[in-house]
C-alpha cells in the first residue's frame, strides 16, 4: 500500500508520515529530502526557492515513478511533500489507484489564527527548517485557503483540521 500526504506547508504532513512510520512500520520518503538532494548534487538547476508549479513537473515524474516501483515489489510505502499534484489519479491505472491512500491535509482559518503560535513553534519538530521566513500568518492563511480550494475544485480527499490538531488514520 501507499500512502500520499500532501498539503500546504506547516500543516503536519512529516509529522503524520513518521506516526504512521511508527504505527504501521512502513517506511516513507520526503520528498523534500528528495529535491534536496537532487539539488545540491546538481542534478537540476532548480533551488528551494523555484516555483513551486516547476519543482513539481520536476520532481513528481521520478516520485510516480517510485511509487510504481514499489508497488510492483508488493511494498509499503509512505510519501509525504507538497509536490504531489492534485490530478495524480491521472498518472496510475485502476490496479494502481486500489493500492494508493491520498491525503490532503488542510488547516481552517479558524484553526490557523487561533493556532499560528503553535504552528510556529511545531515547525521544527521532525526537520529541522534552515529558512523559515515564509512562514507568516498571511502566507499560511493563503496557502491553506489555496490548497482547500484546488482540493474541492480536483475532488481529492482532503482532510480539515479546524478546532483542534487530531489526525488519525487507520489503514
Known sequence: ????????????????????LEKYHYP???IDHLKMGLIRSKQTELTPMSDHADLTAYLWP??????????????NLIVEGC???FDWENDFTEDYRKQIRYYCLVLSENYIRNHFGDIKNYANIIENR???????LENVL?????????????HVNYILIDEKYAIDIDL
Do not use: F
Request: charged fraction near 20%; hydrophobic fraction near 40%.
Open 142 to 154: 493563503a496557502d491553506n485557503a489555496q490548497i482547500l480550494e484546488m482540493a474541492k475544485s480536483c
Open 1 to 20: 500500500m501507499i500512502i500520499l500526504i500532501t498539503g500546504a506547508s506547516h500543516t503536519g504532513k512529516t509529522v503524520l508520515a513518521q506516526r504512521l
Open 130 to 136: 534552515l529558512d523559515d521566513t515564509c512562514c507568516t
Open 28 to 30: 516513507y520518503l520526503s
Open 62 to 75: 521520478i516520485v510516480r515513478e517510485m511509487i510504481k516501483t514499489a508497488l510492483e515489489n508488493r511494498q
Open 83 to 85: 509536490y504531489i499534484p
